[in-house]
C-alpha cells in the first residue's frame, strides 16, 4: 500500500481485509476507552442485547443516531424480512439503552428499483415500539446519484426520526442566506414578510436538507475505504439539534468514525460499535489523527498507511 493512495472499498476485497485485520487493536467482543472523553468504541454486534449492554455498561444515551447498513448484514444480502427482522433485534437493543427523554435518527434507504425497500417494512415495523413516537421525515440530497434516461434521477437519503418521551430539540440554522422573499403575514397591522419576521439571517433547515455537501475523494473529512460515509455537517445538525453539551450519543454502525468525531468536537460522549474490526479501527484512527492534526479525515490517503 503506497502513501497517498486511497483504500478500495473494504466490504468487497477480501484479500485487502486479510491484510488490515492483523492491523485492528480489537477482536470480535472488545470494547477500546477512550482515556481523554470516554468514548467508547466496541467491536460487537449491534443485535445481540448482552453486548450492547456491555458498551453502555449502565449510561443511558440521550442521542442514537444509527445508520445500518440498507439490506446487508455482515456484508451479506438478506431478504427483506431477514433484514426487517433484524432491524427489530437493534432497535430493541438501542430503544432499552435510550433515556427515558431521548432522540433516535435512523439513516434508511429507499430502492426505487425495488419496491422502495427497506424503507416502508421498516417503518411499518418501528411502530411496535410505542415508546418511540415518529416525529419527521428528513430527507437529505446528494450531489451525486444514479438514474436513466427513463427515469428520475435518484439523489435522496432518508432520514427517521423518533423521540421517547419529550426531548429538547434547539433550532439551528443553515448556511443558506435567507433571500427568498414571500411568505406573508400580517403581525399588529402591518403586512410584514418572513424575512422581517425570522430571527437569522439564513434559513432554517427543514426536512429538506440541501445546504449539505455528499462526502468525496477530495474532502478532507473523506475516509478511504467507507461505502456509505456520511457527512459531519448532517451529523453535527442532529447533535446540536438533538442533544446538550455531555451528552450520551450512541451509534450501532460506527463504520467511518463520524458520529464519533462529530461528538468529539461538539463536547458529547459517544458509545459506538461496529461489528467488523476493520471499521472499528477506521474509527479509534480517525479520532486519534483528529486530536493529532485537526484533520476530519484523511482526503485521498490511506488511513493504515499515514505516519
Not at 162 to 186: A, H, M, Q, S
Not at 294 to 307: E, I
Request: aromatic share 10%.
Amino acid at each position: 500500500m503506497l502513501k497517498s493512495k486511497p483504500l478500495p472499498r473494504l466490504d468487497d476485497n477480501n484479500e485487502l481485509r486479510e491484510t488490515l485485520l492483523g492491523q485492528c487493536r480489537l477482536r470480535p467482543g472488545e470494547i477500546w476507552q477512550d482515556t481523554v472523553s470516554g468514548h467508547r468504541v466496541g467491536c460487537l454486534d449491534a443485535a445481540d442485547s448482552g453486548e450492547i449492554a456491555r458498551l453502555h455498561d449502565g449510561q443511558l444515551a440521550q442521542l442514537a443516531i444509527h445508520d445500518p447498513p440498507y439490506n446487508l448484514v455482515c456484508f451479506d444480502q438478506r431478504k427483506l424480512q431477514e433484514f426487517i427482522t433484524w432491524c427489530q433485534k437493534w432497535i430493541n437493543n438501542s430503544a432499552a439503552n435510550l433515556a427515558d427523554v431521548s432522540s433516535l435518527y435512523i439513516w434508511l434507504g429507499a430502492d426505487q428499483k425495488n419496491a422502495f425497500q427497506p424503507l416502508p417494512d421498516f417503518m411499518i415495523m418501528m411502530r411496535q415500539f410505542e415508546q418511540l413516537q415518529s416525529r419527521s421525515f428528513i430527507t437529505m440530497r446528494n450531489q451525486r446519484g444514479y438514474g436513466t434516461q427513463k427515469n428520475w434521477m435518484a439523489v435522496r437519503q432518508e432520514l427517521l426520526y423518533y423521540t421517547k418521551g419529550d426531548p429538547d430539540f434547539k433550532v439551528t440554522y443553515t448556511d443558506i442566506p435567507k433571500i427568498l422573499r414571500g411568505y406573508y403575514k400580517e403581525v399588529g397591522g402591518k403586512l410584514t414578510e418572513n424575512a422581517e419576521r425570522g430571527k437569522s439571517e439564513n434559513i432554517r433547515p427543514g426536512n429538506v436538507w440541501v445546504d449539505i455537501q455528499q462526502v468525496f475523494y477530495r474532502m478532507h473529512e473523506n475516509v478511504s475505504g467507507c461505502y456509505a460515509q456520511k457527512p459531519l455537517k448532517c451529523i453535527d445538525r442532529i447533535i446540536e439539534s438533538s442533544s446538550n453539551s455531555g451528552d450520551i450519543v450512541t451509534d450501532y454502525f460506527a463504520h467511518s468514525g463520524t458520529t464519533l468525531l462529530s461528538a468529539e468536537t461538539l463536547g458529547r460522549k459517544c458509545y459506538t460499535t461496529d461489528i467488523d474490526p476493520i471499521f472499528c479501527e477506521l474509527t479509534i484512527r480517525r479520532l486519534e489523527n483528529y486530536r493529532k492534526t485537526g484533520n476530519p479525515g484523511w482526503q485521498n490517503q490511506d488511513p493504515f498507511d499515514v505516519k
